[in-house]
């Protein structure tokens, strides 16, 4: 199992909208992802609610089979129709990708 973690910090505005319309707008896109990607075992996306200087916006944990089935999530078409979105609301942007070891 591979889990896939990716944290945003967002712009203030973007795309016509305020950092909080952005951040939902985003974390609706992304919420829709399981229901047209098979590979998706399980997805989070949450948005940050203590906003300390060291918090991140929001942040994604998506758990896939295998690095494959997380590949073939990162090409699938639903998923790439998300990415130029965020790419226009974020400013930073970070992930880690690790293996779940087997209990």
């Known amino acids: 199992m591979i889990r896939h973690i990716v ?5 203030e505005s973007a795309e ?3 950092k ?3 951040l ?8 829709a992802l ?3 990607i098979p590979e998706i075992r ?3 996306v949450g948005t940050d609610q203590v906003r300390s200087e060291h918090s991140w916006d929001m942040a ?4 896939f089979a295998s690095r494959a089935d997380l590949v073939a999530y990162q090409q699938h078409p639903a998923h790439q129709a998300v990415f130029p979105f965020l790419r226009a609301v974020w400013s930073e942007r970070c992930s880690v990708d ?3 070891p087997a209990a």
Do not use: D, H, Q
């Open 24 to 31: 939902r707008k985003a974390r609706a896109m992304l919420l």
């Open 16 to 18: 016509g909208g305020t």
């Open 34 to 36: 399981p229901g047209v």
């Open 42 to 44: 399980a997805l989070e």
């Open 60 to 63: 994604l944990v998506g758990t």
């Open 7 to 11: 944290c945003w910090k967002f712009r």
């Open 20 to 22: 909080e319309e952005n």
């Open 98 to 100: 690790y293996e779940i």
